[in-house]
């Protein structure tokens, strides 16, 4: 095998696309499965944003370029993440500390880890950081 042949793109997704196409992948509940894709242009023509986020540094490197990007240009076609349903633009720049590097789950998650800090003293939280809920 090459590497071209190993990995998500190489040999992970073709074969979940073909189980799929098969009606052959099943969800817990046994009904079949969909696979739902990426428009290679996005809203008025503007060409789609592709990251490839297979490490969990990847993942919050753009979830903070997703919030920035909202910050800066808001929901309008100059965010270069334009055409992503304004909801979750909104929900990544809601839930992103761009000063910290925080990323957190929800407006609940954030209240528990400062809550947590205040409570045993602690003054600052930085870095490459998901706080998730329960």
């Known amino acids: ?3 071209n042949e190993t990995g998500l793109g190489g040999n992970v997704m073709p074969k979940i696309v073909q189980l799929v196409n098969e009606g ?4 817990e509940k046994g009904n ?8 290679l242009e996005a809203k008025g023509g503007k060409p789609a944003v592709w990251d490839d986020i297979g490490t969990a540094e990847a993942y ?4 903070k370029d997703v919030a920035n990007e909202v910050r800066l240009h808001g929901t309008t076609p100059d965010n270069k993440y ?4 304004e909801f979750v633009l909104k929900d990544f720049a809601n839930n992103t500390d761009l000063d910290s590097g925080i990323v957190y ?3 609940e998650a954030k ?14 939280v930085r870095g490459n950081i998901f706080v998730a809920g329960n």
């Open 1 to 3: 095998m090459t590497p």
């Open 24 to 27: 052959k992948l099943l969800d």
């Open 32 to 39: 079949k499965m969909k696979v739902y894709t990426v428009p």
């Open 60 to 63: 919050l490197k753009l979830i």
């Open 82 to 85: 334009y055409g992503v349903p």
């Open 105 to 107: 789950d929800s407006k």
């Open 111 to 124: 209240e528990a880890l400062w809550a947590f800090a205040d409570k045993y003293g602690v003054h600052s």
